[in-house]
């Protein structure tokens, strides 16, 4: 029997390919091999963390289907230890049309497949029922920080790339938007953007936006949304986190909450914004302390789990190091069926985690 297909709605591969140059075709502990021979980087202060996505791990774990990003903003590097800003929004701009070509030439190597619509998600969901070691993991295109979107008119081009789902805010604030550690809503120039985003049938995605942004971006969109990875703030502290009014807002619209694979998310103990060092770090839940935020999710949606998915994170700037701890990679997600069946949730709440939920809100959204 064949395991479930598990959708990840954040995976930030193409920085992890190219920031911290890693071979995805190879398995997570041939990169990590690698890696621990890199003496002058680790020298340098370059943390990479243990890498726990590859596509040989995605494939073993039948992550079959992700949202890939491009991601790059602008940000002064160094900034809170963090050295993959760019000072210009043509910097910025370079990175992300650097991403996208990384996922070109992965797609081109097969072990990849672009999702633009309704055919290509029928597809890859009906090649997922029965995977070989050949079938490649299918990606929609995401960004995170709207930076290397130069201006409205520039949409065209990035949907014509494949570009489906757009999270406007990162760290920092941008071209168009407050996010992480900042206080402020929307500038001027994202009223714009949003409207040639909805025209073109783009996604959008609250994650990492200020408060006053989330807001504001609510009083403005109209279409299809989500928050591709977030926990919630009534659980953990911390600004990064969604408000409970925030989450009821996302199911009122039948928005997805993609839920992150990181200690920082999931530890009450732990306040966002002063964060441990994940060198010092001792991790204390595995993927059973993700329930509270999932109840509370479900308690809020009056007992439905059709609001909540998988958007991990992982890679995303953090390893196993802090991920769960019955998680070393991302092949280790199907233990979450387990997980979720011990807290008393039946077949159909975990079909819909694990991809149903958000499948649901793709063909929603693209039907058209």
């Given at each position: 029997m064949s395991q479930p297909l598990i959708?990840?709605?954040?995976?930030?591969?193409?920085?992890?390919?190219?920031?911290?140059?890693?071979?995805?075709?190879?398995?997570?502990?041939?990169?990590?091999?690698?890696e621990e021979q890199d003496i002058p980087q680790v020298a340098a202060g370059f943390d990479t963390g243990l890498c726990s996505v590859?596509?040989?791990?995605?494939?073993?774990?039948?992550?079959?289907?992700?949202?890939?990003?491009?991601?790059?903003?602008?940000?002064?590097?160094?900034?809170?230890?963090?050295?993959?800003?760019?000072?210009?929004?043509?910097?910025?701009?370079?990175?992300?049309?650097?991403?996208?070509?990384?996922?070109?030439?992965?797609?081109?190597?097969?072990?990849?497949?672009?999702v633009r619509g309704l055919d290509d998600l029928d597809e890859a969901v009906s090649a997922w029922e029965n995977p070989t070691d050949k079938t490649p993991i299918y990606h929609i295109l995401s960004m995170e920080s709207a930076d290397p979107i130069v201006d409205p008119d520039d949409v065209g081009f990035w949907w014509d790339a494949g570009l489906r789902v757009v999270g406007p805010a990162h760290f920092g604030h941008n071209t168009y938007i407050h996010g992480t550690f900042t206080e402020g809503g929307l500038k001027p120039a994202a009223k714009p953007l949003?409207?040639?985003?909805?025209?073109?049938?783009?996604?959008?995605?609250?994650?990492?936006?200020?408060?006053?942004?989330?807001?504001?971006?609510?009083?403005?969109?109209?279409?299809?949304?989500?928050?591709?990875?977030?926990?919630?703030?009534?659980?953990?502290?911390?600004q990064r986190h969604l408000t409970d009014d925030m989450i009821r807002e996302l199911i009122r619209r039948d928005g997805i909450i993609g839920l992150v694979f990181c200690q920082f998310f999931i530890d009450p103990d732990v306040q966002w914004e002063n964060r441990p060092s994940r060198k010092t770090w001792v991790s204390k839940y595995g993927m059973s302390g993700l329930i509270p935020h999932i109840e509370n999710i479900s308690n809020l949606a009056g007992g439905s789990l059709a609001n909540i998915a998988i958007g991990t994170d992982m890679d995303g700037g953090f390893g196993a190091e802090i991920t769960p701890t019955d998680v070393d990679t991302i092949a280790d997600l199907q233990g979450l069926t387990g997980v979720l069946r011990d807290a008393g949730f039946n077949d159909g709440d975990i079909k819909g985690v694990l991809h149903a939920n958000a499948l649901r809100l793709f063909r929603n959204a693209w039907k058209d």
């Open positions: 959708i990840d709605l954040h995976l930030d591969l193409a920085w992890d390919a190219l920031f911290w140059n890693r071979d995805l075709t190879l398995t997570a502990h041939q990169v990590r091999e690698q590859t596509f040989p791990e995605m494939r073993r774990g039948s992550v079959g289907i992700m949202l890939s990003t491009i991601m790059s903003r602008i940000e002064p590097r160094y900034l809170d230890g963090r050295r993959d800003g760019m000072r210009t929004q043509e910097q910025a701009m370079a990175v992300g049309r650097g991403h996208l070509a990384w996922y070109q030439a992965m797609a081109r190597r097969g072990d990849i497949k672009p949003y409207k040639a985003m909805r025209d073109a049938g783009m996604i959008l995605d609250i994650t990492h936006m200020s408060d006053q942004a989330v807001w504001e971006s609510f009083d403005l969109w109209d279409g299809p949304i989500m928050a591709s990875h977030c926990t919630c703030r009534s659980i953990v502290p911390g």
